[in-house]
C-alpha cells in the first residue's frame, strides 16, 4: 500500500466517523457479563479484542501485519500498521477521539459504516473493556507524522492525549497488563493465543501476524516466536485440518464469490473417517453453534450432490434413501462469510440468524460446486461413492440405535445390569462416575453417596469411535450401556447425530480412571466418543474429570495425600530430618482398586475436598485436529506429540 493511499484513509477516517452507543459503566464489578468469565477464557479474550481491532483495519484493506508479544510479566503488546486510531477531538465529548475510544464502551469508528464495511470486533466488547479490566494500559498511535501517547490506570486515563515523538509509520500499539485482582488466574498460555492467530492466518490469507513470547528462549537463547501466514486461506486451514486424515480428492474444493455484497469463501474436503467436521465463521467470528450460513451450505450441499449422483445413474441399486448425513460424512469444511450487520443468536450468541446469508450461500455453493462436480469427473465418482458407503452403514446403523433406543427408558429395568443408580431424581443434583474397570467401582459403589452418586464401572477400553463406523458404534456393549445409563436418545432417521438431552438423568458425568498411562488412554478413547457423538454435553459443561491422588505420605500417625510429584517432594522435604527420609513412607497408588472405600471418598468423590477439572473446548477446530491425530492410524504425528508433551503427567486434550 503507498503512502497516498495510506493518507487518503486517514482523510476519511477521522474524529467524526467515532460514535458512541452507551457508557462504560459496571465492567470492573460485573467484568464476566463482557468478557465471559475471569478465568482462562476472560483472560485470553482481553488480547483477542484488541487483535479483532487490528484485524478490523486489515479487512479495510489498511493493515498487513499484526505482531503480539508477551512479556515477562504477563503483559502483552499488540502493534498493527493500519491507520492509528483518530487523535482529533471528538466534537460530542469534546475531548481526544483516541479517549473516547479507549474509555467508552462500543464507541469506535466500526459503527461508522463509511469507516468499516465488516467488522469483527462488533461480536466483542471493545478495547474499552479491556482497558477497564487492566491495572496498567498504554496507546501510541503513529499517524501524521506524530506518535501520540495516553497511559491508563483501571480504565481511568492518567493524562490527557499529548504527542510523545515524531514518526513517519502509522498504525497502533496497545500495551496493557490484566488486572490480577480480578482474573483467577496470572499466566498467559502462548498455545491459546497461538491457536487463534493461526486461525485468524488462514480466515485471512495475506496477512502477516506474529507472536513472541519472552517468557521463554528458543534453543539460540532469543524469546519464542512464531510467524503465521496464509497465501491460500481456508485451503491450507483445510490441509492444516486433515493433516492427519486420509484424503479422497487431490486438492481441497474452493469455492470464493459476493453476493448482495456478502463476501463467501468455502473450502471443503472429504476424507476416509466417519465423522462430520464443518466450522463456520462470521467476521471471524467461530459460529460454534452454526446459523444461517451453515445452513445454506448443507442444503446446496444435499441438493447438488443428490442431484448429481441421480443424473450418473449412481444411486440406481440403492434399495433406501440418502439422507443429509450421509453426504457430510468424512467432511471436513470451512465456511466464512462476511456480514455487515451480523444477528447472533444461540445459547452462547455463536448462532447466526441473519435470514439473508442463508440465500446467498446456497446460491454459492450450488453454482461452483456444480461447476467443479463437472469439471472433476473423477472425484466426482470418488464423493459419491463415499456417500453410498455412508448410508449404507447408517441404514446397517438404524436397527442397532433403535436397540439402544428400546433399552433407553427410565425404569430400572431398561438401565444395564452394572450401574449403581443414586436414588435422587432431580438430574441437575444427579452425578454419574463412569469407572475404569470392575474392581475400582466396586469400591467407588461401596464409598459413594448414595443418594446423588451413581457408578457404572466400564470394562477395559471402550471402542475407538475415530475409526469405527457408526453401526460398530451402537454395537459397542460399554457405549450403549453409556447411552442408556444416562438416558440419552440419540437422534432420527434424519438427523441421526442430534441429541436430545431432555432425559439427561446426571448433569456431572465424571470420568475416573487410574493415575497411568492406561488410565489417560481410557480417558481420552472416552472423551473422543463424547466429543464425535455427544459433544453438546460437554458444550453444556457436564462433563469432568476425576482427579485421584498418586501418593499417599506416611510419618508416624501424621498422614497425606500428594496429587503431584512436586507436592510429594515438597512434603517429603518438610517431613524430613536431617535430611532423612527413614521414617516416611510413601505409597504410589498405580489404580484406583488399591485405594479402600473411605480412601476413595475422600480423596476424589466428597464434594468438600475433591477436585474436579471440567472438560470444556476452548478451540473447537485444534480439538477436532488432536483427537483425529491421537486416535487415527497416522503414527508420526502422534509420536511426536506425545514427545513433546510427555513433560506432563497427563496429555489434556
Known amino acids: 500500500m503507498n503512502e497516498l493511499e495510506k493518507l487518503s484513509g486517514i482523510g476519511n477516517y477521522t474524529a467524526d466517523n467515532i460514535r458512541i452507543l452507551e457508557g462504560l459503566e459496571a465492567v470492573r ?98 478495547v474499552s473493556v479491556v482497558n477497564a479490566l487492566s491495572s496498567h494500559l498504554k496507546v501510541n498511535v503513529y499517524r501524521e507524522g506524530k506518535v501520540f501517547t495516553q497511559e491508563y490506570s483501571c480504565g481511568k486515563p492518567l493524562y490527557d492525549v499529548k504527542v510523545t ?74 490441509n492444516y485440518l486433515d493433516a492427519n486424515r486420509e484424503k479422497l480428492m487431490p486438492e481441497p474444493i474452493s469455492m470464493e464469490g459476493e453476493k448482495n455484497a456478502i463476501p463467501i469463501e468455502i473450502a471443503m474436503q472429504y476424507n476416509t473417517s466417519f465423522s462430520e467436521n464443518i466450522h463456520s465463521y462470521v467476521n471471524n467470528i467461530n459460529t460454534h453453534e452454526g446459523g ?46 462476511k456480514v455487515q450487520e451480523p444477528q447472533f443468536e444461540g445459547q452462547t450468541k455463536t448462532k447466526l440468524g441473519n435470514n439473508e446469508v442463508m440465500g446467498v450461500v446456497d446460491q454459492l455453493v450450488s453454482e461452483l460446486l456444480t461447476y467443479y462436480l463437472e469439471e472433476h469427473p473423477k472425484e466426482a465418482r470418488t464423493i459419491v461413492n463415499k456417500v453410498i458407503l455412508a448410508a449404507t452403514a447408517r441404514h446397517a446403523a438404524r436397527k442397532a440405535r433403535e436397540l439402544v433406543q428400546r433399552k433407553n427408558v427410565l425404569s430400572g429395568s431398561g438401565l444395564p445390569g452394572k450401574l449403581a443408580d443414586c436414588s435422587e431424581k432431580d438430574a441437575v443434583q444427579c452425578e454419574i462416575y463412569l469407572v475404569e474397570g470392575d474392581s475400582a467401582g466396586g469400591t467407588a459403589k461401596q464409598g459413594r453417596d448414595r443418594r446423588f452418586q ?60 487410574d493415575a497411568d498411562v492406561d488410565g489417560s488412554h481410557i480417558t481420552t478413547l472416552i472423551l473422543t466418543f463424547f466429543f464425535r457423538y455427544m459433544k453438546e454435553l460437554i458444550e453444556y459443561g457436564y462433563v469432568y474429570i476425576a482427579t485421584p491422588p498418586l501418593y499417599l505420605v506416611r510419618k508416624g500417625k501424621d498422614q497425606k495425600y500428594c496429587w503431584t510429584e512436586e507436592e510429594r517432594k515438597n512434603l517429603t522435604a518438610e517431613w524430613s530430618e536431617n535430611g532423612k527420609e527413614s521414617n516416611i513412607h510413601i505409597q504410589r497408588y498405580k489404580g484406583l482398586g488399591e485405594m479402600n472405600a473411605e480412601q476413595l471418598w475422600d480423596t476424589t468423590m466428597d464434594p468438600k475436598y475433591r477436585t474436579l477439572r471440567q472438560v470444556t473446548i476452548e478451540n473447537g477446530l485444534e480439538a477436532d485436529r488432536i483427537f483425529s491425530m491421537l486416535m487415527g492410524d497416522e503414527v508420526p504425528p502422534r509420536r511426536e506429540f506425545i514427545e513433546k508433551n510427555a513433560r506432563y503427567a497427563n496429555i489434556d486434550v
Open 454 to 513: 451413581a457408578i457404572l464401572p466400564l470394562r477395559g477400553k471402550i471402542l475407538n469411535v475415530e475409526k469405527a463406523m457408526q453401526y460398530k458404534i451402537y454395537e459397542s456393549e460399554e457405549i450403549k450401556n453409556i447411552f442408556t445409563a444416562l438416558g440419552i436418545t440419540i437422534g432420527t432417521e434424519d438427523d441421526s447425530k442430534a441429541l436430545n438431552l431432555e432425559k439427561l438423568r446426571y448433569h456431572k458425568i465424571i470420568i475416573m480412571t
Open 165 to 238: 515523538g515524531e514518526s513517519q509509520q502509522t498504525g497502533t500499539e496497545v500495551t496493557f497488563i490484566p488486572d490480577f485482582t480480578i482474573f483467577i488466574i496470572n499466566q498467559y498460555d502462548k498455545e491459546i493465543l497461538s491457536s487463534r492467530l493461526r486461525e485468524l492466518a488462514f480466515l485471512n490469507k495475506g496477512i502477516t501476524l506474529t507472536l513472541t513470547d519472552e517468557r521463554e528462549t528458543n534453543g539460540d537463547g532469543k524469546p519464542w516466536h512464531e510467524t503465521y501466514f496464509s497465501q491460500n486461506g481456508l485451503i491450507d486451514f483445510i
Open 29 to 126: 464489578k460485573r467484568p464476566a457479563m463482557y468478557i465471559g468469565d475471569v478465568n482462562v477464557k476472560g483472560m485470553h479474550h482481553l488480547v483477542y479484542e484488541v487483535v479483532d481491532n487490528s484485524i478490523d483495519e486489515a479487512l479495510a484493506g489498511f493493515c498487513n501485519k499484526i505482531d503480539v508479544t508477551i512479556h515477562p510479566d504477563n503483559s502483552v503488546t499488540v502493534v498493527d500498521n493500519g491507520r492509528g486510531i483518530p487523535t482529533d477531538l471528538h466534537e460530542k465529548e469534546k475531548r481526544s477521539a483516541l479517549e473516547v475510544v479507549m474509555t467508552v464502551l462500543h464507541a469506535g469508528g466500526k459503527f461508522d459504516k463509511d469507516s468499516y464495511k465488516v467488522s469483527g470486533g462488533l461480536h466483542g466488547v471493545g
Open 292 to 337: 444461517t450460513h451453515l445452513a445454506g451450505f448443507r442444503r446446496a450441499l444435499t441438493r447438488t450432490l443428490k442431484t448429481y449422483a441421480e443424473k450418473s445413474g449412481m444411486l440406481s441399486k440403492l434399495k433406501f434413501d440418502i439422507s443429509g448425513d450421509d453426504f457430510r460424512e468424512g467432511l471436513t469444511a470451512i465456511i466464512s462469510v
